[in-house]
């Protein structure tokens, strides 16, 4: 894309890690896995905070669309920045599918006893799942 339109994209994006930026981003449209639903950010949104979930998560730039895999954490939305905070992020190209797929099978044999444990082992299902998926988009 060319910087011009960056430039002009109204919606500015950063994903960040505890060690790293991720992105740092103009933008058109970002949809977001919230903890309860997804939800789409166009310019002039309203203020928000949200807890999201580990998912796929879209940046549009024009006629492109990017995918990331992010497990976790808040984004903070505020004046047309949005600020993804979570603890793990990547491009879907760089998801590993067949460890993800590992996970899922060992999550989903795993015992778990006790509610902490039953909630670990969903919440890691979640994780691998959503890694398969957005590892398939491979954009």
């Known amino acids: 894309m060319s910087t011009s339109a960056l430039e002009t994209s109204p ?6 890690t505890p060690e790293d930026t991720v992105l740092d981003t103009r933008a058109d449209f970002v949809a977001l896995p919230l903890f309860d639903g997804e939800m789409g950010v166009a310019p002039m949104h309203s203020p928000v905070i949200g ?13 492109e669309t990017a995918f990331y895999y ?5 984004v903070q939305i505020v004046d047309d920045e949005v600020a993804v905070m979570t603890g793990r992020a990547q491009p879907a190209g760089s ?3 067949e460890a993800a797929r590992q996970q899922l099978e060992a999550s989903l044999q795993s015992k778990a006893a006790g509610d902490e444990q039953i909630s ?3 919440r890691h299902v979640d994780q691998a799942r959503a890694q398969i998926r957005v590892g398939r988009r491979k954009t």
Do not use: K, P
């Open 11 to 16: 919606l500015h994006v950063t994903i960040v």
């Open 51 to 63: 807890r999201l979930r580990s998912g796929e998560l879209r940046v549009r730039h024009g006629h």
């Open 70 to 74: 992010i497990e976790g954490g808040f």
């Open 95 to 97: 998801v590993d599918i």
């Open 120 to 122: 670990i082992r969903s």
